[in-house]
Each structure stands twice: as structure tokens, then as C-alpha cells.
């Protein structure tokens, strides 16, 4: 007894230790126990240029911490982060805010997976070592610029944000990245061997989150809102890669997508009047669990806390729930840290 009083005393302290570093370095061992998804469709934006390798993420009750390993280039193409975060919504959106954000603004109609109707977007461009990062809100069709940071500083830090600059946000970025996924369909390479690129803190209270939130990830070029596609007389819009994650052939990983290309107009998803991402295989959103949620059930209670204690003393991966290789006090205080959440 006197043991389960002090971890719960400790709780607070430990879980706080669980949380990740933000300066977008080891990506993939800081994140334990909560993989999003993992890339398994060759990049078309250039190897080692723009690609999505891994996605990985959790929430605790007061942030959103996601984790993107990969590169973006410096010709400022854009990383979005769409994040569904609000019970109901639209599906598609549809943004007349003008070009605050071009590349979101361009992505107006496009039909997303069944299920998943994105209440926010992250938006960071990237160019001459510098990347720019906007919140944009699709609710109340606004964006608020959140500032800049140098690539590859170590520091999530971002200066120059508008007064409506959410206080807490962080975005690092380490471009530095030379492994991972390739340029070649017959030759993925390991989405695993890329460790560096992006890591994300956005304060729960800035995206209204009041249910469950789930997420996706994918590099866009730029937008042309004034030429019109040939076949449907609909707006270019935003140019969308082949990177997503979950990735777009998650369904069926032998089978590789090209670029997608201009947002509305015929595409490689056969969209007639723009991406319908319902014409893809497999899921092109996930959910962002619980930190402490060891079985994914939404909810951190007893049964987290069982499989725990089940497997304290051994290297279970998924009772390591801050991934030292070891079950042990930290774990179990990780899980009482969060109790009763979502339930």
C-alpha cells in the first residue's frame, strides 16, 4: 500500500517526464507505444527532399504531442496537419478566407475518409532555412500566423506570430534527414531508419478538443487559385503529393500512388472533380490516443493498469509505456498519471 501511495504521489512528476522533447531529433524512440503510421508508398516529392516516413503521437490532458519523421524542402512546399478534434463537422470543408493560407484555402472540397472531418489544420512551409507555421480554423474559417523558427536549431521555440499566436504552441523542425523511404516504387527502403524531422506540442485548448481527436499528415507543393483544370472548369487548387499518413496505399502497400497533383481537378484516387481520399485504400486518418492508454480503448482505467501489472519486470512493448525496455514503476506511474481519462 505504502508503494502504490508514493507512485501516485510521483505520478504527475514521472508522466511529465514521459513527455517528449521538442527539437525534432529521435523521432522514433521518444514516442513509445504510439506509432500513428508508418509510410509504405514511395515519395514523388524526391528522396530525402519531402517525404513522410513515420507519424506518431498521443494526448495528455492539457497538450497534443505529435511526432512527424521526415524531410520538407526549402522551396516551400507545406507540411499540413489536419486534426479532428470536435465531434460533427464537414466533410469536405470548404475555407473563403481569401489566401491567408493559400495551400489550405486550395484543399476546399476535397472528400476526406468516412468519419474524419478535420476541425483544424497545422500548416508549416518551409524555405531558405527558415519555416513558417499557421493554425488555421476551419470552424470559424480564420487562420492566425504562429510564427517562424530556423531549421535544424533544436528548439521548438517560434518568434514573429501574430497577436493571435497561441502561447504554448511549439514546432521544431531538423531537416537533416537521409535515410528513411526512397524515390523508387521498387525500393521503399524503411520508413524506421528516419529519425529526425518534425516535433509538435499544440495546447489542447487552441483546438477545442472535446472527444476523441484523430489526425493526418501530407506534404503539399503549392496553390493556384486563379488557372482552372481543364475537364471541370473548377480552381487548380493546392498541389498534393503522393506523402500521407497514414499512407495512401495503407490498405494495399504493393500498390503505389503517384503524385496526386492539382486538388480539383481528376486525379490518381479517381476523384472526377477533385481527391476524394474515400477512393484510396485503406484509412488516410488515425487516432491519437491517450498518453497512458495501453490498450487503445480511449480510456486509461483498470484494465490499462492490469496489463501493467502483468507484465512488470519484462520488456513487453506494450506495457513499456515510456519504452526504457524494461515494465517497471515509471510505466505503472505513467498509466495512474492519466486515470480515468476518456472514460
Known amino acids: 500500500m505504502k508503494q502504490i501511495l508514493i507512485l501516485a504521489a510521483a505520478a504527475m512528476v514521472v508522466a511529465a ?6 527539437d525534432g531529433v529521435a523521432i522514433t524512440s521518444k514516442y513509445p507505444g504510439a506509432l500513428i503510421a508508418a509510410q509504405s508508398n514511395y515519395t514523388g516529392f524526391g528522396d530525402n527532399f519531402s517525404e513522410l516516413n513515420t507519424l506518431w503521437g498521443f494526448r495528455t490532458l492539457s497538450t497534443l504531442y505529435l511526432g512527424v519523421a521526415g524531410n520538407l524542402e526549402g522551396n516551400f512546399n507545406n507540411l ?10 464537414g466533410n469536405p470543408f470548404f475555407l473563403n478566407q481569401g489566401c491567408l493560407n493559400c495551400s489550405v484555402v486550395g484543399m476546399s472540397g476535397v472528400v476526406w475518409d468516412s468519419g474524419f472531418t478535420p476541425d483544424y489544420v497545422l500548416s508549416i512551409s518551409h524555405g531558405g532555412g527558415v519555416y513558417y507555421v499557421d493554425l488555421i480554423d476551419i470552424t470559424t474559417d480564420t487562420s492566425c500566423y504562429q510564427g517562424e523558427g530556423y531549421t535544424d536549431s533544436f528548439s521548438g521555440l517560434l518568434f514573429g506570430g501574430s497577436d493571435c499566436a497561441t502561447s504554448g ?3 521544431a523542425f531538423n531537416n537533416t534527414n537521409s535515410m528513411g523511404i526512397t524515390s523508387d516504387s521498387n525500393n521503399l527502403g524503411d520508413p524506421f531508419t528516419c529519425s529526425t524531422g518534425f516535433d509538435i506540442q499544440i495546447p489542447i485548448s487552441a483546438i477545442a478538443a472535446t472527444g476523441p481527436i484523430k489526425a493526418a499528415a501530407l506534404i503539399t507543393g503549392g496553390a493556384n487559385l486563379g488557372d482552372l483544370c481543364g475537364s ?6 493546392t498541389y498534393v503529393s503522393n506523402q500521407m499518413l497514414p499512407a495512401m496505399n495503407s490498405g494495399n502497400p504493393g500498390s503505389h500512388y503517384n503524385n496526386l497533383a492539382w ?17 484510396a485504400t485503406g484509412d488516410q486518418c488515425a487516432d491519437v490516443v491517450w498518453l497512458g492508454d495501453v490498450n487503445g480503448d480511449w480510456c486509461v482505467d483498470d484494465a490499462d493498469l492490469a496489463i501493467v501489472l502483468e507484465n512488470f519486470g519484462t520488456d513487453d512493448e506494450q506495457a513499456d509505456v515510456n519504452g526504457d525496455g524494461i515494465v517497471d514503476d515509471t510505466d505503472l506511474a505513467i498509466v495512474l498519471s492519466s486515470f480515468g481519462v476518456g472514460c
Do not use: R
Request: charge should be negative.
Open 263 to 279: 486538388s480539383h481537378c481528376p486525379d490518381a484516387l479517381g476523384g472526377a472533380n477533385g481527391i476524394e481520399f474515400t477512393q
Open 17 to 22: 517526464g514521459a513527455q517528449p522533447s521538442n
Open 169 to 171: 504552441l511549439l514546432v
Open 232 to 237: 471541370n472548369s473548377l480552381p487548380l487548387g
Open 80 to 89: 499540413h496537419i489536419y486534426i479532428d478534434s470536435i465531434p460533427g463537422g
